[in-house]
């Protein structure tokens, strides 16, 4: 991972990147995507029937492009708290005979005319030309929904015998099963603003027993179990009672602050979070005395972004619009990742199209926000294997956000915040972002090669945005000869690339 010297702001900062020292696989499942039934994430983002830009399945054509361009390995659905009274059953079959319902978790009506065959045609859009397809990935109601239910929904997208509801799929014009590997055993269900919130008691007791029947039915299936933040008593106990039956463990956060220096440090508790979790399911392993040869039970960070409520526009108070200090922070996240490779299996940025997403869409075309551009650039090139760095540099000692943080970060928070990887063929990526408001910095940049690919990311001041009519915050491509220091301006992200 990437290590920390503090230094006087006045001395040269110096970072240290070895090609040679591999310390752990990025699984490319962290630049998963999320689409819940929330605003206009479905109805009016990828689905907008009657809208000129939209094919003859209702799917924005602009926004499949846009998307593509991401790469997303998988992307999961339908929700988010919109899970817990969804009944998957109102959303297949005729349109016409769907049944329209209250939604209690963004109090709206879903009409269910996308539902689960909808979303897969999607993912088979979006996948469109790739070698791998995208994977789905479900969350089950595990609010109002019922283990019969759960197990018919996994039925009907993996069964391949003559049975009730695998026929039924059939009969819905899809012959072959979808092979959904990855389901969620419920969403946020410790929260008190689920519909049938529960214990930590009787959700690790529902949950044993689900995935228990949920495996009979689908050995291959991949489980997630539903924890809280990663530091929490409900994390310590369900991960105690489940850690055997499941294969990932889901994690959630969201980081968000008026003041730029806070909103850009913020991600760091995750980076925390993440480390408190690894080690409840190491705990958690060893008590049971679950065998060496089951696999890594690893993080599932299935919700994660920058998101403030209060300055969001839209019923639910969902549609940011994304700033330059934003974007930094959604590039320190992702730092996050790549530092913390070991543990993840999957991310998730919540969420995919408008709802708090880099991508926007009007009637007439998309918006890349701010977001959207560390974002492509780190599911581009951040791949393979999270390299061993090391930063010195001064840092910022001031307030951060959660409060529990400043207590954690004893040196403070590095001006620079670095991640690096190397892929297969040796190609050496490096992130950097001067989370600084005021200040340029020099680097000496150790075990570099010339030529050097630079892309940047910045803007005028920490609130520039991205509007349909003007882009103040985009990426800019440059070579470097390697010679001398490196200089990062303020407020910007560097990314680095050279052949090892």
Same mark, same amino acid.
């Given at each position: ?10 001395? %040269? ?47 924005? %054509? ?18 988010? @708290? ?26 709206? #009506? ?15 859009? +979006? /996948? ?18 019922? +283990? ?9 997208? @993996?069964?391949? =015998?003559?049975?009730? $509801? ?15 590997? $990855?389901?969620?055993?419920? @969403? ?14 009787? $959700? ?39 850690? /055997? ?19 850009? #440090? ?5 980076? =925390? ?61 992702? !730092? ?11 991310? !998730?940025?919540?969420?995919?199209? !408008? ?5 926007? %869409? ?33 840092? $910022? ?28 063929? /040796? ?6 972002? !001067? ?45 470097? @000869? ?19």
């Amino acid at each position: 991972m990437t290590t920390f010297t503090r230094i006087d702001d006045g001395e %040269t900062p110096v970072i240290e990147v070895d090609a040679l020292k591999k310390l752990s696989k990025i699984d490319p499942m962290i630049y998963g995507g999320f689409t819940e039934h929330m605003g206009r994430c479905i109805y009016g983002g990828i689905y907008d029937p009657g809208n000129p830009l939209s094919d003859e399945n209702g799917f924005r %054509t602009d926004v499949i492009k846009a998307l593509r361009e991401l790469n997303i390995p998988v992307i999961r659905y339908p929700g988010g @708290n919109f899970v817990a009274t969804y009944h998957w059953l109102d959303g297949v079959g005729p349109r016409d005979q769907r049944p329209s319902r209250p939604e209690l978790a963004w109090l709206g #009506t879903e009409t269910n005319q996308f539902g689960t065959d909808e979303f897969m045609r999607w993912l088979d859009a +979006l /996948g469109e030309g790739r070698e791998q397809r995208v994977e789905p990935y479900i969350c089950l109601n595990m609010g109002t929904g019922t +283990l019969d239910e759960a197990l018919a929904w996994v039925e009907y997208c @993996n069964g391949t =015998r003559d049975t009730h $509801y695998a026929n039924l799929r059939r009969r819905h014009g899809r012959e072959e099963p979808y092979r959904v590997r $990855y389901w969620a055993l419920g @969403n946020e269900v410790w929260g008190p603003w689920q519909v049938e919130q529960a214990t930590k008691e009787d $959700y690790a007791r529902k949950a044993f027993q689900w995935a228990k029947a949920l495996r009979l039915l689908d050995p291959d299936i991949v489980l997630v179990l539903c924890g809280q933040d990663g530091t929490s008593s409900w994390d310590h106990h369900v991960l105690h009672e489940c850690v /055997g039956s499941v294969d990932m463990h889901s994690i959630h956060i969201y980081t968000a602050a008026k003041d730029h220096l806070r909103n850009v #440090t913020a991600p760091l508790s995750a980076e =925390r979070a993440i480390q408190a979790a690894a080690a409840l399911i190491d705990v958690a392993r060893i008590e049971n005395k679950v065998p060496p040869s089951k696999p890594p039970t690893r993080i599932c960070f299935d919700e994660w972004n920058v998101w403030d409520p209060e300055r969001a526009r839209g019923d639910e108070g969902a549609e940011e619009r994304y700033t330059l200090s934003d974007a930094l922070a959604v590039a320190v996240w992702l !730092n996050v990742f790549v530092r913390q490779s070991r543990h993840l299996g999957m991310a !998730n940025i919540a969420q995919t199209v !408008n709802v708090i997403s880099p991508l926007m %869409t009007s009637r007439d075309g998309v918006t890349r926000q701010t977001t959207w551009w560390p974002l492509l650039l780190f599911s581009k090139y951040m791949r393979g294997w999270t390299l061993g760095c090391h930063v010195r540099c001064g840092s $910022y000692r001031g307030e951060t956000q959660p409060a529990w943080l400043q207590g954690v970060l004893e040196e403070g928070a590095p001006w620079l915040d670095v991640s690096a990887s190397v892929d297969d063929g /040796g190609m050496v990526s490096m992130v950097v972002v !001067n989370i600084s408001e005021t200040q340029d910095l020099e680097a000496e940049i150790r075990g570099i090669k010339a030529p050097v690919k630079v892309y940047h990311i910045t803007g005028p001041r920490a609130d520039s945005v991205n509007v349909e009519d003007k882009q103040e915050v985009a990426v800019e491509k440059s070579q470097w @000869n390697g010679e001398g220091k490196a200089v990062f301006t303020k407020l910007s992200m560097t990314m680095l690339r050279w052949q090892s």
